[in-house]
């Protein structure tokens, strides 16, 4: 996850990444995708319309559709599968089932375009209790619960309507990740990982058994990308990711 490691140059962070070993990378300029491609990495994720501005509210329904439309081209474009999208953030006057209401409403306007490209869409849990800075949690967002956001995706009804289990906001807020990784598994599409708390690596200095983690990942059906989302604290940045990337080498 690129964001992650600015304001490290992208003509270092992606050579590096793909020199050890990685497949993928997201949360990056599409200026880079050419750098990306020249180093043999795949775009595996694609952004749409941020979380803050989302379908919940329908003011929002052109602007998140007419992003998600875009996404799912540009996504076509770079052989890319899937798309992220989010709920966006409570707001006064709109109660919790008129917000699920809203957010059906508009993926379910969109999601044929996502089945004829053969793209998905993939809904971000994010928690809502972290309020230590702005990207380790979210207060206020509306879909903080992950059992909310797997109904969201039921009632979408459409096997291009998945969830991002990242298994950090899942912990902050759930807990209990292994179990609710293997029951939530049929509409999962995208990991995200992070150590808790502190969306930090996933080494000793955090509560996560991400050796646990990983292992139940890899005896399950999902085939999809586990994405590195932490926030380095470690002095050097890349060994930390080179950290991350042996411990999910399993």
């Not at 708390?197 to 080494?203: N, V």
Request: aromatic content about 10%; glycine content about 8%; proline content about 5%.
């Amino acid at each position: 996850m690129a964001w992650c490691f600015n304001p490290m140059p992208m003509e270092t962070f992606v050579p590096a990444c793909a020199k050890m070993g990685l497949v993928g990378v997201e949360g990056i300029d599409k200026k880079y995708y050419p750098l990306m491609k020249e180093h043999g990495l795949k775009v595996s994720l694609c952004s749409s319309h941020g979380f803050k501005q989302g379908p919940l509210n329908p003011e929002y329904h052109e602007m998140c559709r007419t992003k998600l439309r875009e996404a799912v081209d540009l996504a076509v474009e770079w052989d890319c599968k899937n798309v992220i999208t989010f709920t966006g953030m409570r707001e006064k006057g709109i109660s919790d089932e008129q917000a699920k209401k809203n957010c059906v409403e508009l993926w379910k306007s969109v999601i044929d375009y996502a089945e004829e490209k053969n793209v998905t869409f993939v809904l971000e849990h994010l928690n809502s209790r972290d309020d230590s800075h702005p990207m380790k949690g979210h207060p206020g967002y509306f879909g903080d619960d992950v059992d909310l956001c797997i109904d969201l995706i039921k009632q979408v009804d459409s096997p291009n309507m998945k969830l991002l289990f990242d298994f950090y906001h899942v912990q902050v807020m759930n807990g209990d990740v292994i179990r609710r990784f293997r029951q939530s598994l049929p509409y999962i599409g995208h990991l995200h990982t992070a150590g808790n708390p502190g969306r930090c690596e996933l080494d000793e200095n955090q509560e996560m058994n991400y050796a646990a983690i990983i292992k139940a990942v890899a005896e399950s059906d999902y085939d999809g990308y586990v994405v590195q989302e932490y926030i380095p604290t470690w002095d050097d940045k890349l060994g930390s990711l080179r950290h991350g990337v042996a411990l999910c080498d399993v």
